[in-house]
């Protein structure tokens, strides 16, 4: 059974960085597509980076890019997300989670939909 453990939250200052970890065991196939998301309190959950498996293929929203960084452990089977610059509006819970594909298929954070599987979340908080 496909388990993910996230991992790496923490209370950091604005400007500050931190690495999340997801810890992927259990059934994957060759091909899936690891995303993290995050939820802010009374918000909705919203897609931050994803990346694809096995072309390493990366996607990062708008508000991350050049301050977010995703990457994959293949011996470790631990996807990452690197962190830097932090912004009191980087504060949430993020998540990871994973979309079962049947062959290579470009990885989306638009939807939650397709990530049928998920971690339980680590806290991230943005706070001087």
């Known amino acids: 059974q496909l388990q993910l453990v996230e991992s790496g939250g923490a209370l950091v200052q604005p400007g500050g960085s931190l690495r999340l970890s997801c810890s992927v065991s259990g059934g994957t196939s060759d091909y899936y597509n690891i995303g993290w998301f995050r939820q802010a309190p009374g918000k909705e959950r919203e897609g931050v980076s994803c990346?694809?498996?096995?072309?390493?293929?990366?996607y990062l929203r708008d508000s991350v890019t050049g301050r977010f960084t995703i990457s994959r452990d293949n011996a470790k089977n631990t996807f990452y997300l690197q962190m830097t610059s932090l912004k009191p509006e980087d504060t949430g819970v993020y998540y990871c989670?994973?979309?079962?594909?049947?062959?290579?298929?470009?990885?989306?954070?638009?939807?939650?939909?397709?990530?049928?599987?998920w971690g339980q979340g680590t806290q991230v908080t943005v706070s001087s």
């Open positions: 990346i694809s498996v096995p072309d390493g293929s990366t």
């Open positions: 989670a994973a979309d079962i594909r049947n062959g290579p298929t470009m990885c989306l954070i638009g939807s939650l939909a397709p990530y049928d599987t």
